[in-house]
């Protein structure tokens, strides 16, 4: 099994910044891609950005410029460092993995989530 553990959330006013880290431990390989989604009161969860192993990013349109992905490949943990922060950024943020875990004696390739931490953007 894969654990996904998120930190660094919190209340912030707008204009501030905040850095959510997660680290993914157990039966793992390697992981592809790791990402941040979002999910605000009443709507859909979206992708905020994503990372390959290699260090290709992607970023939803409304935090490019502002937010940045990273990843720590040796310790398996991928951080988001959000700046210029707004209040339309308020949502639980979740840690999503692409991992690769040892299975009987071949592999096999399956997607985990965090549990996610509350992050606020309020005066």
């Known amino acids: 099994q894969v654990q996904l553990v998120e930190s660094g959330g919190g209340l912030v006013q707008p204009g501030g910044s905040l850095r959510l880290s997660c680290a993914a431990s157990?039966?793992?390989?390697?992981?592809?891609?790791m990402g941040w989604y979002r999910q605000a009161p009443g709507k859909e969860r979206e992708l905020v950005a994503s990372i390959t192993s290699g260090g290709s990013t992607i970023y939803t349109d409304s935090v490019k410029g502002r937010f940045t992905i990273s990843r720590d490949n040796a310790k398996n943990t991928v951080y988001l460092q959000m700046n210029s922060l707004k209040p339309e950024d308020t949502a639980v943020y979740y840690c999503?993995?692409?991992?690769?875990?040892?299975?009987?004696?071949?592999?096999?390739?399956?997607?985990?989530w965090g549990q996610g931490t509350q992050v606020t953007v309020s005066s």
């Open positions: 999503n993995a692409d991992v690769r875990s040892r299975w009987y004696n071949t592999y096999r390739d399956s997607d985990f």
């Open positions: 157990g039966n793992i390989l390697s992981i592809n891609v």
